[in-house]
């Protein structure tokens, strides 16, 4: 049963920083795409940014370019979302995301698996 778990999010003012974790479980992921979305009240989930688990690989929504940064930590199974420079914009509850393989890494019906999410709130 795979299991993703995020943690770390919260509030904090403008032009802060959060580093929000996601511990995965449950199988092998070396061949995984592990995602980070977000959803505000009233629209739809975004990609914010994936990382390949073979490589290292990654990419990043053109709204966070610059300011977030995911990695990956193999021997804990762990994978983080630094996000420095925050604005009021990027409040929303954050989704931690698996898949298999490398098509749509950026759409979220492709991803099989899900956290239950974490808040992030920025006041500005």
């Known amino acids: 049963q795979v299991q993703l778990a995020e943690s770390g999010g919260g509030l904090v003012q403008a032009g802060g920083s959060l580093r929000l974790s996601c511990a995965a479980s449950g199988r092998t992921f070396s061949s995984y795409t592990m995602g980070w979305f977000r959803q505000a009240p009233g629209k739809e989930r975004e990609f914010v940014a994936l990382?390949?688990?073979?490589?290292?690989?990654?990419y990043y929504a053109d709204s966070v370019k610059g300011r977030f940064t995911i990695s990956r930590d193999n021997a804990k199974n762990t994978v983080y979302l630094q996000m420095n420079s925050l604005k009021p914009e990027d409040t929303a509850v954050y989704y931690c995301?698996?898949?298999?393989?490398?098509?749509?890494?950026?759409?979220?019906?492709?991803?099989?698996?899900w956290g239950q999410g974490t808040q992030v709130t920025v006041s500005s």
């Open positions: 995301a698996a898949k298999s393989g490398v098509v749509a890494d950026t759409l979220s019906w492709a991803y099989h698996y």
């Open positions: 990382i390949r688990w073979s490589d290292g690989s990654t």
